[in-house]
C-alpha cells in the first residue's frame, strides 16, 4: 500500500494520502477540496533523528501560526489576569 506525497497547486498545502488496493480514491486537498494537485517525488520510509526534528519544528510553527493557537493564547492570558485580579482582591480583603 503506498502512501504518495501531494502539494496542492491551490494552496499550497503538502500532505500525504494512502493509496489502498481495489479502492480507488481520488486525491483531494484536505485543506480547500482542491484537485488540482501535484504528486511529489517520494523516498523511502526512513526516519532519523534529524528528519524528526525538522518535522517537529516545521509543526510547531504552523501550530504558533494558526488562528486557534493565537486565540487560544489570549483566552488563556485574560483567563490568568482575571485569576490574578481576584486573588489580589481577595488578599486585600482578608487584611481590611
Same mark, same amino acid.
Given at each position: ?60 510553527? #504552523? ?11 489570549? #483566552? ?21
Amino acid at each position: 500500500m503506498p502512501i504518495y506525497e501531494y502539494e496542492c497547486r491551490g494552496c499550497g498545502n503538502q500532505f500525504e494520502l494512502l493509496v489502498l488496493p481495489n479502492r480507488p480514491t481520488p486525491a483531494i486537498c484536505p485543506e480547500c477540496q482542491g484537485e488540482d494537485l501535484e504528486r511529489l517525488p517520494t523516498g523511502f520510509a526512513v526516519s532519523s533523528s534529524e528528519m524528526t526534528r525538522e518535522r517537529v519544528k516545521k509543526a510547531r510553527e #504552523a501550530r504558533k501560526a494558526s488562528k486557534n493557537f493565537k486565540d487560544q493564547q489570549v #483566552a488563556e492570558r485574560e483567563h490568568l489576569i482575571e485569576h490574578v485580579t481576584e486573588h489580589q482582591d481577595a488578599v486585600r480583603n482578608t487584611k481590611t
